[in-house]
């Protein structure tokens, strides 16, 4: 990460990370494929940390829109220590790395789920309506692709000074309305 941002993710090579971390090319390739592969790493470690701000909030009392908040503002804060060129290399990784998912047909074997303990929580807590499995994973692959879209965006300049926990909380806030209004 370090060599990213002060190099650039482009001008960085494999060769640089190796020396840079102290390892060998064949104990870098060992672990990763590929150059993309550590990036895209690098973005389901954001994930993870902001699903576990969600499971120690729904530890005690919640709000569902709270907790989204919360969540959204320690992914901000991970965005932030990196240049916005590398936060949409990263996020374009990940797009690459779901469509060769997709194209396999395979599992990713990555845990970058960053809502569905929050939403099948908020289901059993009567917060939400009664959703079943399959919608609950629906509803949080919907809420995951508002955040990386709005990380996209976020790194674009797209939001002016809003920050980015704040428009994409208020966007995934809408789409749990629909679903809390939507006819059987």
């Not at 701000?53 to 901000?76: D, M, N, R, S, W």
Request: net charge negative.
């Amino acid at each position: 990460m370090a060599l990213w941002r002060t190099k650039g993710y482009a001008t960085t090579t494999i060769a640089d990370i190796c020396t840079a971390a102290g390892v060998s090319k064949a104990l870098f390739y060992f672990y990763f494929p590929r150059k993309e592969d550590v990036l895209f790493e690098v973005g389901v470690m954001s994930t993870r940390s902001a699903h576990r701000a969600i499971h120690k909030l729904l530890q005690g009392p919640y709000e569902i829109e709270a907790v989204i908040a919360a969540a959204l503002t320690t992914f901000e804060r991970s965005m932030a220590r990196n240049p916005k060129e590398l936060v949409i290399e990263t996020i374009l990784e990940g797009y690459r790395h779901e469509h060769r998912i997709l194209a396999e047909g395979a599992s990713s074997g990555v845990d970058a789920d960053m809502f569905s303990e929050l939403f099948a929580r908020a289901t059993v807590d009567g917060k939400l309506p009664d959703l079943n499995d399959e919608e609950i994973t629906h509803l949080a692959y919907l809420a995951q692709t508002m955040v990386s879209e709005g990380a996209r965006h976020w790194a674009a300049g797209a939001f002016g000074t809003r920050s980015f926990a704040e428009v994409v909380t208020s966007d995934i806030s809408t789409l749990i309305d629909g679903y809390r209004h939507r006819k059987p």
